[in-house]
């Protein structure tokens, strides 16, 4: 079941298009806001309420980067590998994460804590290399730096 | 030397609101065009401005928006592509976080001008702070009538809204981009009919980049001439240019449109001690390398093509002589193969196997044949074999890296390993 709070902020979106179920996407979104990521259960309620078959959403959900089909982490961290960070030396960030966690890109820590990802430039190459934590961004990354940062994200 | 695009963005400063916005001459433009110019002049003084579109093909803006048929049926709309997903490009985001009223003003224009009645920004789901900054600017702009019904007392009308994408490089190339707004996949369409014919939903839609929205203020309020002489050569305005890789000061700097890369390194403090510059990719990952002999080119939509390169968002990539170019073409080519959107053959196979092929070289698998493959792949890649401009700009790194790095490759196979190691 969407709850009441979901469901205003996806009939609010839906508002904003031509035909309600371009907001297949939003709504996903919105879903995964509150719950971290979108369950089968999650897509069934989607189809009944903007109208799109079930096959249609999981189309969809699986061609972005940023719609989690599986559980996550309570805290994503999504590291940047792309070209300007790599010449900045993201491998050694990588290998670091991955040390640290005890978690390859794509895994979750054991304690459920952090989900590492890998993800496409993001746009703060001058500052490279960097990531994200859930909606922030760190700069200028450095093993030693990058401890301090998660220890941020309890 | 003039700064319009940054003028108002300052080191460490929080963007200007709408009435600091307004006290440094902001939404004069839109009163002025409202006022006293027909959407049909707006179209004639930017076609004039010689502005071109800075999401990387440079078409020209004004002819753009004269492509929306004058009779063509409503609703209508306008896109702004804040996408920003070419890796080394980082230009829209600044234009997006410091000064968004400039950027939703040139979006308010670009609507006016071809009677848009419904316009989206389309932003990439990472760029949580512009998220914010946009929300608030959109709801300062709504609350002083530049949004809504008969702003500023005109019969013109205007909603705008923002959707936060769910990632996808394809999202950036624009008929995917209507195909994500629309909440299907980003598969591209075919062209024609275009997008200002047959767009969102099969009506007409104007997609325009960030930066080149951005522009249009400055033209309504100085004049096409003026915008025209900006510049340093046929196109019109200035650059948001950005270097990033191993200088000494990696940024962003505007400077007039057909700055060199000379100019740009300089302002980056040149290349950090104990590294050499070996090349560079002059405007993200889907344009090709430039060698130093190229330092003297100007910058803009026409010069670099005669020695075989573009422009594309303006955001060089700097190679180094301590960074491998196999490993930094392998990094490119596994990128572009991760975000194909599997439409064609050429690209989701021939990229995969590019990537493996490239992947074995640094790993100390190289075998002969694997540059002639490759070679052979680049084929492919270009215009004409494939839907979109995906694959195409995927072998613009290639081809050239293997022109400029040809020994580079080469030693890879005989050694049977990365000599950066
Ligand atoms: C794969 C791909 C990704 C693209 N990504 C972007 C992008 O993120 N932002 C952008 O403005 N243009 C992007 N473009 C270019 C757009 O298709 C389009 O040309 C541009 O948004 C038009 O705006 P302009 O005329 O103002 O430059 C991309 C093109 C391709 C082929
Ligand atoms: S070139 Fe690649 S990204 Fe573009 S449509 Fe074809 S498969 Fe998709």
Not at chain 2, 274 to 291: E, H, K, N, Q
């Amino acid at each position: 079941m969407l709850t009441d709070e979901e469901r205003e902020e996806i009939e609010a979106e839906a508002t904003h298009y031509a035909v309600r179920q371009a907001a297949q996407i939003d709504a996903m979104k919105i879903v995964q806001k509150h719950r971290g990521w979108v369950s089968d259960e999650a897509l069934g309620d989607i189809s009944e309420l903007l109208g799109v078959p079930v096959t249609e959403l999981d189309a969809v959900a699986t061609f972005y980067n940023l719609i989690f089909r599986k559980p996550v982490g309570r805290h994503v961290i999504y590291l940047c590998d792309s070209v300007s960070c790599w010449i900045m030396g993201s491998a050694e960030q990588f290998a670091h994460c991955r040390a640290r966690l005890g978690a390859a890109p794509g895994e979750t820590t054991a304690d459920g804590r952090f989900t590492l990802l890998p993800i496409v430039c993001l746009g703060a190459c001058d500052h490279a290399p960097v990531m994200m934590v859930d909606d922030d961004l760190h700069t200028e990354l450095e093993p030693a730096k990058i401890d301090r940062i998660l220890e941020g994200y309890q | 030397m003039e700064t319009p695009l940054t003028q108002n963005i300052r080191p460490g400063q929080e963007p200007l609101d709408r009435e600091a916005y307004e006290r440094a001459g902001g939404y004069q433009a839109l009163r002025t065009a409202l006022k006293s110019m027909t959407p049909a002049a707006l179209i004639d003084a930017v076609k004039n401005s010689n502005l071109r579109g800075r999401g990387g093909a440079g078409f020209s803006t004004g002819l753009k928006w004269s492509l929306v048929p004058k009779d063509a049926p409503h609703p209508r709309y306008l896109v702004a592509n804040a996408d920003e997903m070419e890796p080394g490009t980082f230009k829209d985001r600044l234009l997006l976080e410091r000064d968004p009223h400039q950027f939703l003003e040139g979006m308010m224009l670009g609507s006016y001008a071809t009677a848009t009645d419904v316009a989206y920004i389309f932003l990439r789901g990472e760029y949580t702070q512009a998220a914010k900054t946009l929300t608030r600017a959109i709801a300062e702009a709504y609350a002083a009538g530049y949004l809504g019904k008969n702003i500023l007392g005109a019969s013109y009308s205007l909603e705008i809204h923002l959707h936060t994408s769910a990632g996808r490089y394809m999202c950036g190339e624009e008929t995917g981009l209507l195909n994500a707004l629309e909440g299907k996949r980003a598969n591209p369409r075919t062209k024609p009919p275009y997008p200002g014919v047959s767009g969102l939903w099969g009506m007409p839609t104007t997609v325009n980049n960030v930066e080149t929205l951005s522009c249009v203020p400055h033209i309504v309020n100085h004049g096409a001439e003026w915008f025209r002489k900006l510049s340093r050569t046929a196109d019109g305005g200035t650059k948001l240019y950005g270097a990033s890789g191993k200088v000494k000061q990696p940024g962003l700097w505007e400077l007039p449109m057909g700055a060199t890369a000379r100019e740009v390194l300089d302002r980056a403090g040149g290349m950090r001690e104990g590294v050499r510059l070996r090349g560079f990719l002059p405007g993200g990952a889907s344009t090709d390398f430039m060698t130093e002999e190229h330092l003297d080119v100007p910058l803009d939509f026409t010069e670099p093509q005669k020695v075989g390169s573009r422009l594309g968002t303006g955001t060089m990539i700097i190679l180094d002589d301590g960074t491998c170019p196999v490993g930094m073409v392998w990094n490119l080519e596994q990128f572009f193969a991760r975000e194909s959107c599997g439409w064609c053959t050429p690209c989701w196979s021939g990229l995969a196997w590019v990537e493996r092929i490239l992947r074995g070289m640094e790993e100390g698998k190289g075998q002969e044949g694997d540059l002639e493959k490759l070679t052979f792949q680049t084929k492919f890649f270009g215009p004409g074999h494939t839907f979109c401009a995906l694959a195409p700009g995927a072998a613009e790194p290639l081809q050239s890296g293997l022109k400029y790095f040809h020994d580079d490759f080469e030693r890879h196979i005989r050694e049977k390993r990365c000599p950066w190691g």
